[in-house]
């Protein structure tokens, strides 16, 4: 039986994306049951291009919070899971930076039997599309603490991205705390699995809009490490495979 797939996108003033976004995803997802749920917290004209789309294309949804209690990134992917009814469920950023390409081998990694596919700029066949030396610098210690703190991360190359797909089941018994930015951290950290694969994929720049970033994720990011090495739970049986960029392109031929 076939596997249905949602693409979950957090979207904060995001309106030069989210169409381009949406049909690249399609694109890629061509003959795949799929749908992408918009969570926007947006105060631009986000909202109202996120309807026209929603209104155009039948595999998009959205919702838009205003005045709830909590807003931010690590909210809105949670509402995300939760809202979305695929047997998969993905992670992409708004503003492709994560190429929306990758969703389809990283669909086929699940066919085969991952529990979960993250993509990684840091394996052969990946790239960090050029960083600047600041970013380089700044990805790689959040990755070193991380790695530090949680033994769930020693094993991932790329464990602190917000680009990952999962099986849904993985989160009925998981206590996830969603602080900060880091979502497949809390995930790694939290959820129980046995098998991930880790497929190459080369990091784009922003296509439009502004970063949303601030030193407040940083400062949220130590929390949330904290937080979690009391509480993460134990991991003693993961395999992390790496497929190189052949093996992704025969798997997802025998597939998709
Ligand atoms: N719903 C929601 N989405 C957010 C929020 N903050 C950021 N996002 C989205 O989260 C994703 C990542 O944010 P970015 O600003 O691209 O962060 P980044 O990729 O680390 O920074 P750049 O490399 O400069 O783009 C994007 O899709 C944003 O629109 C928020 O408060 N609420
Ligand atoms: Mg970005």
């Known amino acids: 039986m076939s596997k249905k797939l949602s693409v979950v996108v957090p979207t904060f003033n995001e309106s030069g994306n989210v169409k381009e976004l949406a049909k690249q995803v399609g694109e890629a997802l061509q003959g795949i049951d799929y749908n992408i749920w918009f969570i926007d917290d947006s105060n631009d004209d986000t909202p109202e291009v996120l309807k026209e789309l929603c209104d155009e294309d039948s595999h998009c949804r959205y919702h838009h919070r205003e005045g709830e209690a909590q807003t931010g990134l690590a909210t809105a992917v949670i509402e995300g899971f939760d809202m ?57 210690t959040a990755r070193w603490m991380g790695k530090a703190a949680l033994p769930a991360l020693r094993n991932v190359s790329d464990p602190t991205s917000g680009l990952f797909m999962f099986r849904k089941e993985m989160l009925k018994d998981a206590d996830l705390k969603p602080i900060g930015w880091k979502i497949m951290v809390e995930v790694l950290a939290m959820c129980d699995y046995h098998l991930i694969v880790e497929i190459p994929y080369e990091f784009h720049d922003r296509n439009s809009g502004e970063s949303k970033i601030s030193r407040k994720v940083t400062l949220q990011y130590i929390e949330q490490l904290n937080n979690l090495r009391g509480r993460g739970i134990r991991h003693d049986s ?12 025969d798997m997802v031929r025998k597939y998709c």
């Open 84 to 140: 979305a009814d695929g047997d998969f469920l993905a992670c992409m950023d708004a503003d492709l930076q994560h190429p929306p390409a990758i969703l389809r081998p990283m669909y086929a990694a699940m066919l085969s039997g991952a529990d979960m596919c993250i993509p990684s700029r840091l394996i052969k066949g990946g790239s960090d599309g050029g960083l600047n030396i600041i970013r380089k610098f700044v990805s790689g």
């Open 238 to 249: 993961v395999i992390v495979t790496r497929w190189s960029p052949k093996f992704t392109e």
